[in-house]
C-alpha cells in the first residue's frame, strides 16, 4: 500500500493531510524518515507518525525446503500429510506455497507468506527458470530435445509451451529447464515424445540450488541472498 493511504486510514485525516505530515518528515518506514508518499510499503515495514505506530511488521517468512516424494503440495488436506506438516513453527498457518510440486515429485520447494513475492516469481512474465531432473520409463528419443526448443501445443489450455531446454544424460535420464510452470508440464511434455516420467525432482528455481544440506524432509529459513537469487534467472545447466 502507498505510504500516504496508510498515513491517511489510521487518522482520518484525508491523503493530503496524510501527504504534508510525510513531506514534514514525521513518518518513519524500518526507523528512516520518508518524506515521498507514494512510496510502497508492504505489511512486513513498521510505520511511525510522530513517533506512535501506525503499522506493526508482520513477520515475512521465506522457507526453502527438501520435498520428499510422496507429500501433497498443499497447506491443507483433510486424508493426506501435506507438505505444512513437516514444518514446525507457530506461524506456518500463513504460509503458501510458491510454485507447486506433484505429490510423487521430490526437490526444491518455497513457502512463503509474501504474497507479492511468489506472484512475482511464479508470474508467467517473469520467466524464472526451474529445473528438473527427469527419469523416464522409456528410452528418451534425441528428437525430443527439438521438439521441447519447438514447444508443444495444450489443447486444454489453448496454448503452446514456451522453448524448454532439454538436455539428454542417459538413455533414460535428462534435465529440462522450463520458463512456465503449467499442470503436469513436464509429465506431459515427456509423455508426447513417447515417454512416461518414472521420477522427478525439482533442482532449481532461478538462481537458488536446492542445498546440498537439506536431506528430504527437511527445511529452513532462506537467507536474504537466497531470497533475492531465487527470482535470477541462472544459465543453462
Ligand atoms: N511438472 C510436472 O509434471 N510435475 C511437477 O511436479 C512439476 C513440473
Redo the contacts with the bound molecule.
Keep these: 500500500m502507498k505510504l500516504d493511504r496508510l498515513i491517511a486510514r489510521h487518522r482520518f485525516m484525508g491523503r493530503n493531510a496524510a501527504l504534508r505530515a510525510i513531506g514534514a518528515g514525521r513518518v518513519r518506514v524500518e526507523g528512516g524518515v520518508i518524506t515521498d508518499g507514494h512510496t510502497e510499503v508492504s505489511r512486513f515495514c513498521t510505520v511511525l507518525l510522530d513517533g506512535e505506530a501506525v503499522q506493526a511488521a508482520e513477520r515475512a517468512m521465506y522457507l526453502v525446503m527438501h520435498k520428499p516424494a510422496g507429500w501433497l503440495?498443499a497447506t491443507k488436506d483433510p486424508l493426506q500429510p501435506t507438505v505444512l506438516d513437516l514444518i514446525d513453527d507457530p506461524d506456518k498457518e500463513t504460509l503458501h506455497i510458491a510454485g507447486?510440486?506433484?505429490k510423487n515429485?521430490s526437490g526444491l520447494l518455497l513457502l512463503t507468506n509474501d504474497g507479492r513475492w511468489s506472484n512475482q516469481l511464479m508470474s508467467a512474465e517473469s520467466k524464472v527458470p526451474?529445473v528438473?531432473r527427469v527419469e523416464t520409463h522409456e528410452v528418451i528419443p534425441p528428437e525430443a530435445v527439438e521438439a521441447f526448443e519447438h514447444g508443444f501445443y495444450f489443447h486444454t489450455e489453448d496454448i503452446t509451451t514456451l522453448p524448454a531446454h532439454l538436455v539428454i544424460l542417459g538413455s533414460r535420464l535428462a534435465r529440462v529447464t522450463?520458463h512456465e510452470?503449467r499442470y503436469?508440464?513436464?509429465?506431459?511434455m515427456f509423455h508426447r515424445v513417447g515417454c512416461r516420467?518414472a521420477a522427478?525432482h525439482?533442482e532449481s528455481v532461478g538462481g537458488l540450488s536446492l542445498p546440498g544440506d537439506l536431506k528430504p524432509g527437511a527445511w529452513r529459513a532462506m537467507t536474504p541472498q537466497e531470497i533475492d537469487s531465487a527470482m535470477r534467472s541462472a544459465p543453462h545447466a
Design positions: 503440495s507447486r510440486l506433484d515429485t526451474k528438473y522450463l510452470g503436469h508440464q513436464v509429465k506431459r516420467v522427478l525439482r
